[in-house]
């Protein structure tokens, strides 16, 4: 299970209110997208999800409980960022195999989680080597690997793709999308490509200004937007 509630969560940076009282609810195994202009809140958002920010006032809970007070590393949430974040020192099987040496898994734990987080993103060819050896693309496959590893119930991406050319994004996007329907895993996604967002969410939410703008299924606010903020937003070219 993996269910996430946030209840009036906000967050001030000092005097500055970036998150102003958000309520939403991500189903189990739904595929969340956040949009919305940059600056908005939406890396702040997932940062505070994951717990490497705390919540000013509200309530973050997965499955009804309350996570606000718990460690990130005790949270069974993963996150995947726009930078790797991969430590150059280490292998590929080392970099995706950490977490679990650090939570006291065996060797043997270890090795059968990365092999089959490997299998699954066809990294097998390259455990044993090192992130400056490896392209943006593969790079960002441990990255996810990394995320699978752990067995979260919670997957959070913040515009993983960004930094991919083209022809990567989409690849790399139909390999999320087949993740998110294989491990049956929640997710929440974070991007300022309308087409990642229509094709990837089952539900999108509209972030303006530290608040929702409008929640909803992607052709319900491509065809019914609450108002022009999201009408704009969903509908403007590219
Ligand atoms: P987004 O991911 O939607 O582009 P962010 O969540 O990164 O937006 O940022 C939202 C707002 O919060 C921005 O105005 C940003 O400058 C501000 N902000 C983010 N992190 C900090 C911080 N650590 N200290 C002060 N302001 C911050
Ligand atoms: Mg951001």
Redesign the pocket.
Known sequence: MGALTLSQVTKS?GR?D?IKGVDLAVEDGEFCVFV?P????????LRMIAGLEDVSSGEVAIDGARINELAPARREIAMVFQSYALYPHLTVRDNMGLALKQAGSSRAQIAAATDKAAGMLALGPLMDRRPAELSGGQRQRVAIGRAIVRTPKLFLFDEPLSNLDAALRVATRIEIARLHRELGATMIY?THDQVEAMTLADKIVV?NAGRVAQVGAPMDLYNDPDNTFVAGFIGSPQ
């Not at 940059?38 to 958002?45: E, H, M, Q, V």
């Open positions: 940076f500055t970036v919305g940059s600056g908005c809140g939406k890396s702040t958002l974070v972030l």
